[in-house]
């Protein structure tokens, strides 16, 4: 069987204040945050020179960005091979959200799961995501 997740990306999650909610995280348990929130460098384990990164970021409550869900958090997913993954989740009748989107960083695309929880998948380009994380926090 062929990988589909590798890893968590990251948690995305709803606040009323968010530079509020990174300042408390950042006093009491020590989070370096930027406008995002903070990227947890890590390791492969496969791979010990590859860094990778997940990504902590409380949002505005009102963000439309895991729309049309409803829900408080959307969960990133690291994958490999996204553009064959939509192929596979589209013919399985999975509700893919958008087209595929690419940045220097990766690709991204959104779908639904069976209760109604936004997922962001995201084939990541870590190399390039390193050099543009301010706020990291190291393990």
């Known amino acids: 069987m062929k990988k589909k997740v590798t890893g968590i990306g990251g948690i995305f ?3 009323k204040d968010p530079d509020a909610t990174k300042a408390w ?3 009491h348990l020590g989070l370096n945050t930027d406008r995002y929130g903070t990227a947890f460098e890590w390791r492969s384990s ?4 590859q860094k990778g990164f997940t990504q902590w970021s409380p949002m505005n409550s ?4 895991f729309k049309p869900s409803e829900k408080d958090f ?4 690291r994958v490999e091979n996204l ?3 939509v192929v596979e989740l589209k013919a399985a009748g999975v509700q893919v ?3 595929i989107e690419t940045f220097e960083y990766g690709k991204f695309v959104h779908i639904l799961d069976p209760d109604g929880h936004a997922i962001e998948l995201w ?6 995501y390193d050099g543009l994380v301010e706020g990291r926090t190291q393990t």
Do not use: G, H
């Open 74 to 77: 959307m969960i990133n997913y």
């Open 97 to 99: 959200l958008d087209e």
């Open 25 to 27: 995280y950042q006093q």
């Open 83 to 85: 553009e064959e993954l």
């Open 46 to 49: 496969a791979n010990p020179q």
């Open 123 to 128: 084939e990541p380009i870590d190399d390039a």
């Open 62 to 65: 009102d963000t439309q960005y």
């Open 13 to 15: 999650f709803k606040v």
